[in-house]
């Protein structure tokens, strides 16, 4: 199949073999920390459930990534948006009889209006996408804490913590999938991440906004000679990665704690860039690639327990190296090929 | 009145270093966002190291010599390997924050902090030096980017290559040195992070402070002068809420929103400042 990115597979590979003979440094055996890493998602129903909410979280945050990438813009700003719609989410779920219509709808809608914050100052300060997102980030985690810990404190628990939703909003209790998976954070949200996956394949490739936020990128005066407007690419695209980040928010308070706790999100937001440049941006490549990085991490936070000398923290060390190993297998990969070119021409 | 200068000062000390380190590698055209690597390397380093030799000055030297270390690895991918600047970024501040408490487990089996040093820090010489190190750096970075040939190449990297290589000046060295350059003030900064503004390291203890000089520096519109004062003043405000959380207020402000403060101001001022062409331009390569 000429779709499967071998440059990625290759970075995956490598990036594993480095992290594996690091282990040595800390005498550590590389073979015991590669079956720690590889064997903890399917030890039982639960971790497996686990790792499928680490999926569901990982796919979403990385179309929130890989969109706007496509249109030459740095999205870093989804780890604040997914805290503060995870917040918005558990404070609106607070009301009595409550329904799911209006929780999604505001925490999408919040994780939008965020994202233009981001955008217009993009395209009519013309400010660095990054610096924008990296302050927000600081905001959005302050007022997060700032409104649970002084207005909806858990008065039954010691931690840090929003009271649960309302009754009427704890259907993902009796969800199927979590159920089966003997109660594990996962939830049907996994369906939607899927669905979501296929749709922005579908928007990217089939639509003409696909192919006017893919021409944007590739050639932004070119594109805006040829009539696209650049505003309206930058709000589309942060939009659609507000809208991915918020679905990170419902997925954490509505499919898995039914609260906010703070410091829920291992760095959700950050941990969407490896997806998306593992999956090279492809969207349905990011369902198999947030699947890789979901067994990571789960098989990660394990090494606290199983390793002398490895902490969960590793997770971050395997994360940074296989965004680097893939960097630099994209480039021998299109060096190899230029080879070939000259040895043919 | 006064401690609210002299704290201004003492907490400008780090961020000041890594404002002129950013703005050597931001200048050249080639985005910096791992200062936050570069400051924890060189706090660990420094609080490390100085622990062991019972000597700070060991603890500049290595934390200097390990920053200078790790930003080859940006360069060797950036430069060499043309993988994205921002991207590669991401992945080195990810990195050291994931081996830092792996190395400090296993060193001092703590979950992140080094024990604390025995620096007698209430000499006076022990009192002015980081002063006196900060001030010469400085001097040593405006002499660098205003006064040198090299300075001059930094910024023709950054507006338009070309010109370098007309005179047979390679951009890609030029590039390189800057983010070395970079790597070794911004470590400097993460040693007095440690080593003076704290008497050892803990976990994360930069706290944004690489992202402030950042900003600071794309905030003064990349010209170093103006991205020191941008960063006194970001100080002052955090001098500032030290100064009212001691206070005894009758009314409460929220302890949240005047730690956002210089992320809220600094997107205040965006929103008046229209990004100018002495931006560099940023290359891809």
């Known amino acids: 199949m000429k779709n499967i990115n071998f440059a990625a597979i290759l970075g995956l590979i490598v990036g594993l073999m480095i992290c594996s003979v690091m282990v040595l440094f800390f005498n550590e055996s590389p073979i015991h920390f590669l079956k720690v890493l590889g064997g903890s998602f399917y030890q039982s129903k639960f971790d497996m459930g686990l790792t499928l909410y680490y999926v569901t979280v990982l796919i979403f945050s990385g179309l929130a990534f890989s969109i706007p990438f496509k249109a030459g813009l740095f999205n870093l700003g989804t780890e604040g948006q997914i805290l503060l719609t995870a917040m918005i989410a558990a404070v609106v779920g607070q009301s009595i009889n409550v329904n799911y219509f209006t929780v999604v709808t505001l925490t999408l809608l919040i994780g939008v209006i965020s994202s233009w914050i981001v955008a217009a100052f993009k395209a009519y300060r013309n400010s660095h996408e990054v610096v924008v997102a990296i302050m927000l980030n600081f905001i959005f985690a302050a007022l997060a804490s700032y409104v649970v810990l002084n207005f909806y404190q858990n008065p039954q628990s010691q931690n840090p913590e929003s009271a649960l939703v309302s009754e009427s909003i704890q259907g993902f209790l009796k969800d199927p999938l979590k159920v089966y998976f003997d109660g594990a954070p996962v939830s049907s949200f996994l369906m939607i991440a899927v669905i979501c996956s296929l749709l922005v394949w579908i928007l990217e490739n089939k639509t003409k906004w696909g192919l006017e936020i893919k021409a944007y990128g590739e050639n932004p005066s070119a594109a805006e000679r040829a009539g696209i407007s650049s505003r309206k690419i930058i709000f589309l695209v942060l939009s659609l990665a507000g809208v991915f980040s918020a679905f990170v928010g419902l997925t954490e308070v509505l499919g898995n704690t039914l609260q906010y706790k703070i410091g829920f999100s291992a760095a959700y937001g950050f941990l969407g860039i490896v997806v998306a440049l593992l999956a090279q941006g492809h969207p349905i490549g990011i369902i198999f690639s947030s699947f890789v990085i979901a067994v990571l991490h789960k098989g990660a936070s394990d090494l606290d327990l199983e390793t002398m000398h490895l902490t969960r923290d590793y997770s971050k060390v395997i994360q940074a190296v296989i965004i680097l190993s893939v960097g630099a297998a994209v480039y021998f990969e299109s060096s190899v090929k230029q080879f070939f070119k000259k040895l043919k021409g | ?285």
């Open chain 2, 1 to 285: 009145m006064i401690d609210i200068i002299l704290s201004t000062l003492r907490l400008s000390l780090p961020v000041l270093l890594a404002a002129s380190g950013g703005y050597f590698t931001e200048k050249t055209g080639i985005a910096q966002i791992s200062l936050e690597a570069y400051l924890l390397t060189g706090a660990f380093t420094a609080a490390t190291v100085s622990y062991f030799s019972h000597s700070v000055v060991w603890g500049y030297v290595i934390a200097i010599v390990l920053g200078v270390l790790v930003s080859q690895l940006f360069s060797l991918l950036v430069l060499k390997l043309k993988a994205n600047a921002i991207v590669v970024g991401t992945a080195l501040n990810l990195l050291v924050m994931g081996v830092i408490p792996i190395i400090s487990k296993n060193i001092f089996d703590s979950t992140g902090s080094t024990p604390s040093l025995n620096i007698d820090n209430a000499g006076i010489m022990a009192q002015i030096y980081p002063y006196v190190l900060t001030a010469a750096l400085l001097g040593l970075s405006y002499f660098l980017a205003e006064r040198s040939r090299w300075g001059l190449e930094i910024k023709f990297a950054g507006q338009n290559s070309d010109v370098l290589q007309s005179v047979g000046v390679n951009p890609t060295k030029v590039r390189w040195m800057a983010i070395t350059f970079s790597a070794a003030m911004t470590s400097v900064g993460g040693a007095i992070l440690s080593t003076y503004l704290a008497s050892s390291y803990s976990p994360m203890m930069s706290a944004g402070r690489g992202f402030i000089a950042l900003a600071a520096v794309i905030f003064a519109g990349w010209r170093l002068g103006r991205a020191w004062l941008v960063v006194v003043f970001f100080a002052l405000t955090e001098a500032l809420q030290i100064y009212i959380q001691s206070l005894q207020l009758s009314f409460k402000i929220p302890n949240e929103l005047i730690q956002s403060m210089p992320y809220l101001i600094t997107l205040l001022v965006l929103v008046f400042y229209k990004n100018k062409s002495s931006a560099p331009r940023f290359v891809e390569y």
